[in-house]
């Protein structure tokens, strides 16, 4: 089976820091690969996606991942944190399984922005 | 409003008694699946729906139904709960469930098996 990977459970930066969510996947063929973001008390809200083309994606809210295919990594960055981007941040993608299509999902990894 | 309606949004129920989650989305998609959250586990899919009366296993299926009569509802069947059953479940919805199409997720329902 396909796996995602995010290493880090927990993450602290300081407001106005930049940040770095690191994902790797392992899936043979070019994989579809998504960033979500849970805030608290929400559901999951997509950041952004990659399935094909700029290995540089840009997302909502200012963030952008890039796709590495030798490192088979996805990671998400994002130059100035805000207050308001403490949440979780959950890695996918989406796998073709027996024609029809799942999504993985990491173990997520939670930001907390110091003021 | 495009969305994933989920209730209740919180239960608190006892071993043994059966309950159903509902979820609904009012943007016609064809792809439905529920979730369940579990600390240091993040999601992981109990079952899917590729459209009406197509549903699949996901990787957590046991202890859990599903059924798709309509296209907008995709209701969760736990037909004797058991307390590792609790959990913050997710209903999501995507167009076709391509594998590039964005899931849009339901509020959650926070279960609580006693």
């Known amino acids: 089976a396909q796996s995602v990977t995010q290493p880090d459970i927990h993450i602290t930066v300081s407001e106005g820091a930049s940040l770095e969510l690191r994902c790797n996947y392992s899936?043979?063929?070019?994989?579809?690969l998504f960033w979500y973001v849970q805030s608290p008390g929400q559901g999951l809200q997509l950041l952004l996606k990659?399935?094909?083309?700029?290995?540089l994606v840009q997302g909502i809210k200012g963030f952008e991942a890039e796709f590495k295919r030798s490192q088979s990594s996805f990671n998400l960055r994002k130059p100035s944190v805000h207050w308001s981007d403490a949440a979780e941040y959950f890695c996918?993608?989406?796998?073709?399984?027996?024609?029809?299509?799942?999504?993985?999902f990491g173990t997520g990894t939670r930001l907390k922005v110091l003021a | 409003e495009a969305q994933v309606t989920q209730n209740p949004r919180y239960l608190i129920t006892v071993t043994g008694k059966k309950l159903t989650v509902t979820c609904s989305q009012n943007?016609?998609?064809?792809?439905m699946s529920w979730y369940r959250q579990d600390p240091g586990l993040g999601l992981r899919q109990i079952y899917y729906?590729?459209?009406?009366?197509?549903?699949d296993k996901g990787d957590v299926p046991e202890g859990y139904k599903v059924s798709r009569k309509e296209k907008r509802n995709f209701p969760l069947i736990l037909e004797s709960p058991s307390p590792n059953q609790t959990s913050l479940y997710f209903c999501?919805?995507?167009?076709?469930?391509?594998?590039?199409?964005?899931?849009?997720f339901g509020p959650g329902t926070r279960l609580t098996v006693l």
């Open positions: 943007m016609n998609h064809e792809y």
């Open positions: 729906s590729m459209n009406v009366e197509v549903t």
């Open positions: 899936y043979g063929a070019t994989p579809y």
């Open positions: 990659y399935f094909s083309g700029d290995t």
């Open positions: 996918a993608v989406g796998e073709l399984l027996s024609g029809t299509y799942k999504y993985i």
């Open positions: 999501a919805s995507s167009l076709i469930g391509s594998g590039t199409d964005e899931q849009f």
